[in-house]
């Protein structure tokens, strides 16, 4: 680091003593209208390279504008986008998905590569800036495609838009279970299905957090099935996992982690209800909230997974599992807690991790009982949590839990949309929600350092769809009736300040201490004693 860049270092670190992770003023903020109402926006996501750049996802169901780019919709069908921002808010490219389809995740591989994954439940075709548009067909039922029986993509875009590569990832309903005419999901036309969920790219790999309910055979993968039998009548039991793909050409999947009921038939649902991981070089976290008889597997290893469970139908104990998957070993943590949790409408959830500075960052909502802190019991009907767990032994340091009381479990609950995480300060961004209709009721954002968890000022209120952090910045997607939001921010720690000097944008003054200027943060400063001024505040610093 250079003289100028410790001296915009120095700057950061005098004024962040409040520990937020990005600055409330966005560098820029782009808005569209893509919907017809609040309710169709559908899932929206983004990421952010170290350059400022930032890609993200929406859902548009009538003819919109992006940029220079005309989506025309004439049916009402809701479709999703991909939108890529320069770092200073111009729309660079844009693409579509045709048909009935998801974009669950985002990421950016830090060479302009650009990653999607979701669900489709027909033919949609992947439209392309080159023109080299890519059809995918998904699975039927009786013939017909139906929204219930998913199938998965993952693809992957060039830095100007251009598409690379796709791959669809399908499950199949068991042969014996098919034959025996008895299962109940099938009735519905819904056999087998596939949700994905976040995806990050490191390393020459791209990662890929998968649901799946029935048998799935994807290249190195060959996940089996999972049913309850009742009397000779199946239903599905999910597994749940992070799948790896080659960049290049997101060739040679192969399974990571997966965590799933024990035995392939049970008599009793057993099944993990939430994961979120994380990326660190070629170490890979994942964590889960889960019940019953569990099994985790990771690299050959095979570990038992056991939480409590009330077969009389008074209550389960909702149990953690830690995994670590590095350098060809992999680690498992079980964390039990003996307490079940009665309540007819219980919420689990891990909305999302992190990794930083040899440190895992979890985010989510316990019920009852959290297993990573036994002795937080749900204020109302849920708690948002976040922790904070050693990367390397897998232990808990901390968790800090919110006091909201929302309101009974059968009609109200809270939820985490997004957390951003950088210099050890954690920002999460949750909601209370009826949940007859899915009504948000409150927008609850909260700042965490060391354990310690404050109502935050960031964002005035607003919902964070998603965030993403990376060199710096903090790219950020809202929803403001039928319209939508797209910003970017700055880190309020020490990189925030040094890629605001090196972009030489970042309203730092610099005086010598006679009062004269002296230069910029960005360069020109010789050796000596200095004052530093962004906006309202000032602090002396040494430059050698």
């Known amino acids: 680091m250079n003289r100028n860049l410790l001296l915009a270092a120095a700057f950061a670190a005098a004024t962040t003593a409040d520990a937020q992770v990005f600055r409330q003023q966005a560098e820029w903020s782009q808005t569209i209208e893509p919907v017809a109402a609040e309710a169709d926006h559908g899932s929206t996501h983004v990421a952010v390279d170290k350059d400022g750049n930032v890609y993200r996802t929406a859902v548009y169901n009538k003819a919109v504008a992006v940029g ?20 200073g808010g111009a729309v660079l490219w844009a693409v579509s998905i045709d048909g009935a389809a998801t974009i669950s995740s985002v990421a950016e591989d830090g060479q302009g590569n650009v990653y999607i994954a979701g669900t489709h439940a027909g033919e949609v075709t992947l439209n392309s800036t080159d023109s080299t548009a890519r059809k995918i067909t998904g699975l039927q039922s009786w013939g017909e495609y139906v929204n219930g029986k998913l199938a998965a993509y993952i693809a992957k875009y060039g830095k100007d838009g251009q598409l690379l590569a796709v791959r669809e990832i399908k499950a ?26 976040k995806v990050a790219a490191s390393g020459g790999k791209v990662y890929l957090a998968i649901t799946c309910k029935g048998d799935l055979k994807l290249d190195n993968v060959a996940w089996e099935g999972r049913y309850v039998n009742q009397e000779g009548m199946y239903t599905d039991e999910a597994t749940m996992g992070v799948l790896a793909f080659d960049a290049a050409d997101l060739s040679n999947a192969e399974a990571v982690v997966a965590v799933a009921a024990k035995d392939m038939e049970t008599t009793f649902q057993y099944q993990p209800e939430s994961m979120c991981f994380a990326v660190d070089g070629d170490a890979v976290y994942a964590a889960f909230f889960g019940y019953g008889t569990l099994a985790v597997e990771l690299s050959g290893l095979t570990q038992p997974a056991e939480f409590a469970y009330n077969t009389d139908g008074t209550g389960r104990a909702h149990g953690v599992v830690i995994a670590k998957v590095s350098g060809g070993t992999a680690t498992a943590k ?11 409408a219980p919420n689990y959830s891990m909305a999302d991790m992190a990794v930083e500075g040899g440190k895992l960052y979890i985010a989510g909502t316990s019920a009852a009982t959290n297993a990573l802190k036994p002795d937080m019991a749900a204020v109302g009907s849920t708690n948002i949590f976040a922790a904070k767990i050693d990367a390397g032994s897998l232990d808990v340091e901390w968790v800090a839990g919110d006091a909201v009381d929302e309101g009974d479990a059968n009609h109200f609950s809270q939820g985490v949309k997004s957390m951003a995480v950088a210099d050890g300060a954690v920002f999460v961004s949750g909601y209370t929600v009826e949940t007859a209709d899915n009504t948000v009721e409150s927008v609850l954002n909260y700042d965490i350092k060391d354990g310690a968890l404050k109502t935050s000022a960031i964002g005035g209120g607003s919902l964070f769809e998603s965030l993403c952090v990376a060199g710096g910045f903090v790219a950020a997607a809202t929803h403001d009736g039928a319209k939508t939001a797209t910003a970017l921010y700055r880190q309020s720690g020490p990189a925030g300040i040094q890629s605001a000097a090196m972009g030489k944008a970042a309203g730092i003054a610099v005086y010598g201490m006679d009062g004269k200027a002296a230069g910029s943060a960005a360069g020109g400063l010789k050796p000596g004693v200095y004052v530093v001024k962004q906006g309202g505040k000032a602090v002396k610093a040494v430059v050698r």
Not at 172 to 193: C, I, L, Y
């Open 334 to 344: 079980v964390v039990s807690v003996d307490k079940v949790d009665p309540s007819e």
């Open 172 to 197: 199949e309903e068991d042969a014996a279970v098919a034959a025996s005419d008895m299962h109940t999901d099938s009735w519905f036309g819904e056999p087998s299905k596939v949700a994905t969920g």
């Open 68 to 87: 220079a780019v005309q989506f025309a919709n004439d049916d009402a069908m809701a479709s999703p986008m991909l939108v890529k921002y320069g770092s």
